[in-house]
């Protein structure tokens, strides 16, 4: 098993930004691709933002493109997610997810890629 807890969200004003931060324990982190997803209120879960075992590759959802910054420290057996000039439409529950693997992080870009999930952690964006 492994157990991940996310932390970092809160309100923030459109334009502001939020780091978050997953912690994992329980496996060895770095046989982990790591992803972070979101759902609003009344739709479906969907990608943010992934990154491989090693950091080597990382994959964004357009809509984030140049705005969020995943990375993780191996050491600290953490993945984070910056995020940068929020939207109002960025709005969510943020999750962290883990999926046992070494590909590309373009192919795990499925919820059904992931074994673990953390409880989520809310962001709040005002307008």
């Known amino acids: 098993q492994v157990q991940l807890v996310e932390s970092g969200g809160g309100l923030v004003q459109a334009g502001g930004s939020l780091r978050l931060s997953c912690a994992a324990s329980?496996?060895?982190?770095?046989?982990?691709?790591m992803g972070w997803f979101r759902q609003a209120p009344e739709k479906e879960r969907e990608i943010v933002a992934v990154?491989?075992?090693?950091?080597?590759?990382?994959y964004y959802t357009n809509s984030v493109k140049g705005r969020f910054t995943i990375s993780r420290d191996n050491a600290k057996n953490t993945v984070y997610l910056q995020m940068n000039s929020l939207k109002p439409e960025d709005a969510a529950v943020y999750y962290c997810?883990?999926?046992?693997?070494?590909?590309?992080?373009?192919?795990?870009?499925?919820?059904?890629?992931?074994?673990?999930w953390g409880q989520g952690t809310q962001v709040t964006v005002s307008s």
């Open positions: 990154i491989s075992w090693n950091g080597g590759s990382t």
């Open positions: 329980g496996r060895t982190f770095s046989n982990y691709a």
């Open positions: 997810a883990a999926r046992e693997g070494y590909y590309s992080a373009s192919v795990y870009t499925s919820a059904i890629n992931y074994d673990f």
